[in-house]
């Protein structure tokens, strides 16, 4: 099992930047890949980005790229995103979530990916 909890949600103004953090722990061995979804209301959860374990490749949705940026610390066993011009859009309950053994690219494809999910976060841009 491995257990993921976030943190840095808060509310901010457009154009305001944010990081969040996902702290794994367990079996963190087992990882491939860890990155983040989100969810705003009234809409179903979606990809943000994704990162393979030793950070070899990453992979962002469209309407992110060039804003955020996802990273990871191995010797922390945590991954973070990085949040700059943010928008109201942006709006949503940002979660962690970790796969033990999908390739990153799986979830930009819309197929299922991630086996272990944080709590989440909530993440309010104010316009």
């Known amino acids: 099992q491995v257990q993921l909890v976030e943190s840095g949600g808060g509310l901010v103004q457009a154009g305001d930047s944010l990081r969040l953090s996902c702290a794994a722990s367990g079996r963190t061995s087992s990882v491939y890949g860890m990155g983040w979804f989100r969810q705003a209301p009234g809409k179903e959860r979606e990809f943000v980005a994704n990162i393979s374990k030793y950070g070899g490749s990453t992979y962002y949705a469209d309407s992110v790229k060039g804003r955020f940026t996802i990273s990871v610390d191995n010797a922390k066993n945590t991954v973070y995103l990085q949040m700059n011009s943010l928008t109201p859009e942006d709006t949503a309950v940002y979660y962690c979530?970790?796969?033990?053994?999908?390739?990153?690219?799986?979830?930009?494809?819309?197929?299922?990916?991630?086996?272990?999910w944080g709590q989440g976060t909530q993440v309010t841009v104010s316009s």
């Open positions: 979530a970790a796969d033990v053994s999908r390739s990153t690219s799986t979830a930009t494809m819309g197929l299922p990916w991630g086996d272990y």
